[in-house]
T-cell receptor, first 112, second 113 residues
């Protein structure tokens, strides 16, 4: 069935370093890839998304890259700050459906 | 996502009891969703609704029921048939179907007494 694999499950970086989280999807028809940040006990919040017609998108310190051939996409956070500490989820969906397939999450810890 | 509200924030269920979680949105979104999140886990889809008076089972619908009588509201009932209901329940909505951003409510934490 459809699935999204997300790695790593936990990631610790020093403040100011970069963090990279990778997701691989199985359904080649997927065309929309959002990333969510979830702080403890809070709702997931969209931080960036990308559609299959572009290869990269950037918003300040956050960027997402998409490789359709390899069916993987990655979240890049530069100049990490303690407030970036949270769980990050990737997801994939395709047109005509309502379903997101979520990754299992990455717990990012930014060490001061 | 500020336009999606869930209540209550915490809910306690006794053995054999049905409980209903509320989800309301004022974003004029057509589609609404219910997810279950277990500690340290990802999000699993319970039910979703594309339009009023229509809803579809997700991946883990057993032991749950929903209704969509109004565009703004999508309540979830956790029935006594759900033997392990302790989890964080998240409601979401999106403009319309397919490949559109889902916005989440603040969640309801359900605990079993």
């Amino acid at each position: 069935g459809e699935n999204v694999e997300q790695h790593p499950s936990t990631l610790s970086v020093q403040e100011g370093d970069s963090a990279v989280i990778k997701c691989t999807y199985s359904d080649s028809a997927s065309n929309y890839f959002p990333w969510y940040k979830q702080e403890l006990g809070k709702r997931p919040q969209l931080i960036i998304d990308i559609r299959s017609n572009v290869g990269e998108k950037k918003d300040q310190r956050i960027a997402v890259t998409l490789n359709k051939t390899a069916k993987h996409f990655s979240l890049h956070i530069t100049e990490t700050q303690p407030e970036d500490s949270a769980v990050y989820f990737c997801a994939a969906s395709k047109g005509g459906t309502y379903k997101y397939i979520f990754g299992t999450g990455t717990r990012l810890k930014v060490l001061a | 996502d500020g336009g999606i509200t869930q209540s209550p924030k915490y809910l306690f269920r006794k053995e054999g009891q049905n409980v209903t979680l509320s989800c309301e949105q004022n974003l004029n979104h057509d589609a609404m969703y219910w997810y279950r999140q277990d500690p340290g886990q990802g999000l699993r889809l319970i039910y979703y609704s594309q339009i009023v008076n229509d809803f579809q089972k997700g991946d883990i619908a057993e032991g749950y029921s929903v209704s969509r009588e109004k565009k703004e509201s999508f309540p979830l009932t956790v029935t006594s048939a759900q033997k392990n209901p302790t989890a964080f329940y998240l409601c979401a909505s999106s403009v319309n179907r397919g490949s559109e951003t889902q916005y989440f409510g603040p969640g309801t934490r359900l605990l079993v007494l």
